[in-house]
């Protein structure tokens, strides 16, 4: 059996030697001729797994190390038989980390010297990510509201609040969907200009969801016109070629390593390793290094600005924005926060 393994995927190489033929390849290096007679890759956000890098290979099996599932094309996979597991949850707790330090920077830049208490935190999306987010700012003292319109469908309107209230009652916006394009409710460009012409609050806006579910465009304009007081974007329409108007323009501003916690790396390798040890029979096989399973639960937010800030790494990316893949890449994975200081 051949297994092909993005390179950068951390805390899995000797693990798969025992069991089958590995190739450790970066994302470029994924291609037809290399897959043709892989029966299984494991893989991140830049490896496009469609027909195009599929089709006549032997693979039958496809673990993404990360939360989305966007970069792969699902009917595909489905048409050729192919399995696709991804890691739901595995780096909620940084992405939590990031959001909360994020807005504790923006504030202290600003000289905000409002308490959580006084702020009303919108969360759009609250899967696995917009729970432990909502659950912390409820901790925190803040007033949370939460938009996940296919949730409210499945379970009932109660407890949700449509994009237009969130725009209108929020002092801080944080977006946690996957992209789509399709369907009854598209994440893509959701906060368009008609968004941004709703917001009454002049709210920090945070993207650390995917880059298009904002208009990067529209974006630059409601920081022009006032619209929005503060930007955090981690995830960026075009990256690695981002948009270097709102690099200049957002408050805080990094290359997509929101969720870049040592433990969510671990949790996302172990997740993936479970899935294909299942798919093809094998012993479990897990890192060396365990992990807690989820987010902690005792936090303030200057515990979550001491366990991280994103000063560093906003000026790494805004210093060098052409190093983006290479900063996201060799990233210092931090810790999580683990219980409030």
Not at 28 to 45: F, G, K, S, V
Not at 46 to 70: K, P, Q, V
Not at 119 to 138: D, F, Q
Not at 315 to 340: G, I, Q, W
Request: glycine letters at 6%; aromatic letters at 6%; one cysteine or more.
């Amino acid at each position: 059996m051949k297994i092909v393994i993005e390179k950068n995927i951390p805390f899995i190489k000797g693990l798969l030697e025992p069991w089958a033929e590995i190739s450790y390849l970066a994302p470029e290096e994924i291609t037809p001729q290399n897959m043709a007679d892989a029966d299984a890759l494991i893989t991140r956000t830049r490896t496009r797994c469609n027909r195009e890098l599929l089709e006549g290979s032997r693979c039958r099996f496809i673990a993404t190390a990360t939360i989305g599932t966007d970069h792969i094309d699902l009917d595909y996979c489905k048409e050729a038989g192919i399995t696709v597991a991804n890691a739901p949850g595995c780096n909620a707790p940084a992405v939590a980390q990031y959001v909360f330090a994020s807005i504790a920077e923006v504030m202290k830049r600003q000289d905000d010297l409002r308490t959580p208490e006084e702020l009303t935190l919108g969360v759009v999306g609250v899967g696995n990510v917009g729970r432990v987010i909502a659950r912390w700012g409820r901790i925190l003292g803040m007033k949370v509201l939460c938009c996940d319109p296919p949730r409210a469908e499945a379970e009932g309107a109660d407890g949700f609040k449509d994009l237009d209230t969130i725009a209108r009652q929020c002092d801080v916006i944080t977006f946690h969907t996957p992209l789509t394009r399709t369907g009854a409710h598209p994440t893509f460009h959701m906060a368009d200009k008609n968004f941004f012409d709703k917001l009454a609050k002049r709210p920090i806006v945070i993207n650390s969801a995917r880059g298009p579910v904002i208009d990067n465009d529209a974006l630059i304009d409601a920081i022009d016109n006032g619209q929005v007081s503060a930007a955090a974007i981690d995830c960026w329409e075009g990256e690695p070629d981002i948009n270097l108007r709102l690099l200049d323009m957002a408050i805080i501003a990094t290359p997509h390593i929101a969720g870049y916690s040592r433990e969510g790396k671990i949790r996302a390798t172990t997740m993936a390793l479970k899935a294909l040890t299942t798919f093809f029979n094998l012993p479990d096989i897990v890192p060396d290094e365990a992990v807690p399973a989820g987010a902690a639960d005792n936090v303030t937010l200057a515990s979550i600005a001491a366990s991280y800030s994103p000063s560093a790494d906003t000026e790494a990316l805004k210093s060098a924005p052409d190093t983006f893949e290479t900063l996201r890449n060799h990233y210092n994975l931090r810790h999580e926060v683990t219980e409030a200081i």
